[in-house]
């Protein structure tokens, strides 16, 4: 057998599979729910910014070294982990790292200082930061190309269901109680996810099947230096800068630049989360029928368009800030799920696993980057208003357009290398 196919489905068999066995089904359930927990510990800290830097009597710059420390760390133990990432069952090192990051959440929950909830996002970072590049090498594992803008698709309604649930259920918490309960009720959903993975997920291990370096440190240095991944790490590290350079001050800026009640967040974030969701699925489809980059190429273009729209608003009412907000995420959604499925094409089966390592580590600490150029660029007004958010969102501008052509040359690659015009 080829290494292919003995790694995963061929895309161009005779007879496609055209759905999902229940198995698979479950498990797409499954990372999903995993996925859920890991983004809403993430995008809690947004929300939560405009009720933490006075409670911890924090500057927004403060705030944004807090964002970024979780960056930062996942950043590092990307590269860490990537050398032994093909050598190890992958449900085996999904529940490792889970743990980890269920411990680190638990340690934000205790926090009293800021330097105490500093050093719970570093733990946290260290162990979450992975899990994202597993559940990747899963996908790309037991999904066929031609079905992962599907699986893609239901796996960012996570990004959306932790609008909808995770992030109101957040601030309602915090309002009522203090921002300590947050992270506490994240690692109880953590604990029975982590349960789940071990008791119903089966082995995912054909990987090891396949022949490997058995230095960890040559697997990684064979990964870096692999050429046909250059291109691909260069777009992962800029597609991530536009979400953590706006997503950290989201909250500060409605509420002080747009003029939304702060008890109005959970009905922006709960109502463009419920379009998140029906728009996710939908745009994972859209990639598998009408190809992975057309439908990138419509992500940037909405992308541009309502960012500059976002960033130079003034007082709106609830329902323009709403509309914007869903609009925005159409645009990003529809450049996460086929970037993610166009990428899992790229590397070879036995190096699946560092190559998703070392581009979640490169989307992390360019991420990480983006919150403390965003965290330099702006800054607070006495009123509370952020000055200069618009120079933000032409940086996010910039990067995206620059994304689009460096997308153009990974997917005609793939195209080659599948005998295709268009993935």
């Given amino acids: 057998m080829t290494e292919q196919t003995l790694a995963a489905p061929i895309d161009d068999q005779g007879k496609r599979q055209r759905g999902f066995s229940r198995y698979q089904a479950l498990l797409i359930a499954l990372l999903t729910f995993t ?66 990051f269920t411990l ?13 909830l500093l050093l719970g ?51 309602f918490l915090a309002n009522h109680w203090n921002w300590h ?39 990684l240095i064979a990964t870096l230096g692999e050429p046909r991944y250059t291109l691909a790490f260069a777009v992962t590290t800029l597609l991530a800068t536009g979400g953590y350079m706006l997503m950290p001050f989201s909250s500060a800026f409605t509420v002080h630049n747009l003029g939304i009640d702060i008890a109005h967040l959970p009905t922006i974030y709960l109502v463009s989360g419920l379009f998140s969701i029906v728009t996710g699925p939908l745009v994972g489809r859209a990639s598998d029928t009408f190809g992975k980059y057309p439908t990138f190429v419509f992500g940037c273009a909405m992308t541009v368009v309502m960012v500059l729209i976002y960033t130079h608003l003034g007082h709106v009412s609830l329902a323009t800030a ?33 190559f998703s390592a ?25 009123d509370g208003s952020l000055i200069h958010f618009d120079r933000i969102g032409y940086v996010v501008v910039a990067t995206t357009i620059i994304t689009l052509v460096m997308m153009y040359f990974v997917q005609k690659a793939v195209a080659e290398r599948m005998g295709k015009r268009v993935v």
């Fill in 35 to 100: 996925q859920f927990t890991i983004i809403l510990d993430f995008i809690i800290m947004s929300p939560l910014g405009a009720i933490l830097m006075p409670s911890l009597d924090i500057t927004a710059g403060q705030f944004g070294i807090a964002v970024s420390a979780y960056a930062f760390s996942a950043g590092l133990s990307g590269i860490l982990a990537a050398g032994f990432a093909d050598r190890f069952d992958r449900k085996r090192l999904l529940l490792f790292f889970y743990v980890g």
């Fill in 181 to 219: 309960v947050c992270f506490a009720a994240i690692v109880v959903v953590s604990i029975a996810a982590i349960a789940i993975i071990a008791l119903v997920m089966e082995p995912v291990d054909a990987h090891l099947k396949l022949k490997q370096d058995r230095n960890a440190f040559r697997h």
């Fill in 104 to 116: 680190g959440t638990a340690l934000c929950a205790a926090a009293q200082t800021y330097h105490v």
């Fill in 358 to 382: 070392v581009s979640a580590s490169l989307q992390q600490l360019s991420g990480g980057l983006g919150s403390v150029l965003a965290g330099a660029i702006i800054a607070q007004a006495p």
């Fill in 322 to 354: 709403i509309l914007v907000n869903v609009l925005m995420f159409v645009g990003i959604f529809s450049r996460m799920i086929p970037s993610q499925a166009l990428m899992s094409a790229i590397p070879d089966a036995s190096q699946r696993g560092s």
């Fill in 121 to 171: 996002r570093i733990v946290t970072g260290l162990f979450g930061g992975v899990i994202g590049a597993v559940v990747l090498a899963i996908v790309t594992d037991l999904f066929p190309l031609h079905l992962r803008g599907r699986v893609m698709g239901f796996l960012q309604t996570a990004f959306a269901a932790s609008q909808v649930l995770g992030i109101p259920a957040g601030l």
